[in-house]
């Protein structure tokens, strides 16, 4: 259900419930579990645009009525607000920001698919002047251990979206280079993206890293989960239906063997 409104000061408020019942999973092919009967998931997501910002507001409860340990009850609430080409220093460049705040909570112990926990993030970036490039600087903090409702591997956790060595490459269950699911950490995705061609040729180069919050700033002892990757990707358009992109990686992660890899993709679209 949708229904748009307006609101004085607000250009358009949006509102749309979502229920759904029978036959749902959650989790992956790992530890797929199906929600109980009677359970569902109700969903509420608010947004409204005004003159300069738009704010999101979502709200979601899933009643699984499970005792086991890969089930529970869970309530989750989510708040955003996203600036777009606003330039705050004259002409010197383009910004475009957007700031979240995502919470998770278990209705009673936490589970490995439901548990109490805050993701705070940011999402900033900007085009110099006489430019298309971008740069983009995207940091986060978890506090306790925030847990989406539900995605499967292939899309990735919820730190995909600040950067591509934390997406996920969409290729079955291969991971991104840094774990999207660890948000029990602090971190930041650092790149640069280049143009040519018209935009059919583009060059991304990030530098992100994760700090296990779970331990003193300065702490390095036991088995913790910091880490640090560099990620290239190149993508070239051919023709009007196909692309050619190309991936590689080198990453150190705490307690784990590092890693380095590269992979090569061709996507036809019609």
């Known amino acids: 259900m949708r229904n748009n409104m307006h609101a004085p000061g607000f250009s358009n408020i949006r509102a749309t419930g979502v229920y759904a019942w029978g036959s749902i999973d959650r989790g992956g092919p790992s530890n797929r579990q199906r929600l109980n009967r009677p359970g569902g998931l109700y969903g509420l997501f608010l947004q409204a645009d005004d003159p300069t910002t738009t704010w999101g507001l979502d709200f979601i409860a899933v009643d699984d009525d499970s005792d086991d340990t890969t089930g529970g009850d869970g309530f989750w609430a989510g708040l955003s607000a996203s600036q777009r080409a606003w330039t705050p220093w004259s002409r010197s460049a383009s910004f475009n920001t957007a700031y979240r705040i995502n919470a998770s909570f278990a209705r009673d112990t936490d589970t490995a698919l439901v548990a109490d926990g805050v993701l705070v993030s940011a999402e900033i970036s900007w085009t110099p002047h006489s430019s298309d490039d971008v740069v983009y600087v ?133």
């Open 138 to 270: 995207n940091p986060f903090y978890g506090f306790d251990r925030y847990t989406q409702v539900s995605r499967e591997p292939v899309v990735g956790g919820p730190l995909a979206p600040l950067g591509i060595s934390f997406a996920s490459p969409s290729l079955g269950n291969h991971l991104s280079e840094l774990s999207s699911f660890n948000t029990q950490a602090a971190g930041i995705a650092i790149g640069y993206q280049a143009f040519w061609d018209n935009h059919r040729r583009n060059l991304v180069i990030e530098l992100a890293g994760l700090k296990d919050n779970t331990r003193n700033l300065f702490e390095d002892d036991g088995v913790g989960t910091d880490a640090a990757a560099l990620t290239v990707q190149f993508q070239q358009a051919i023709g009007q239906h196909v692309q050619l992109q190309l991936d590689a990686f080198v990453s150190y992660l705490e307690s784990r063997d590092n890693g380095s890899g590269a992979r090569a993709e061709i996507m036809v679209q019609f």
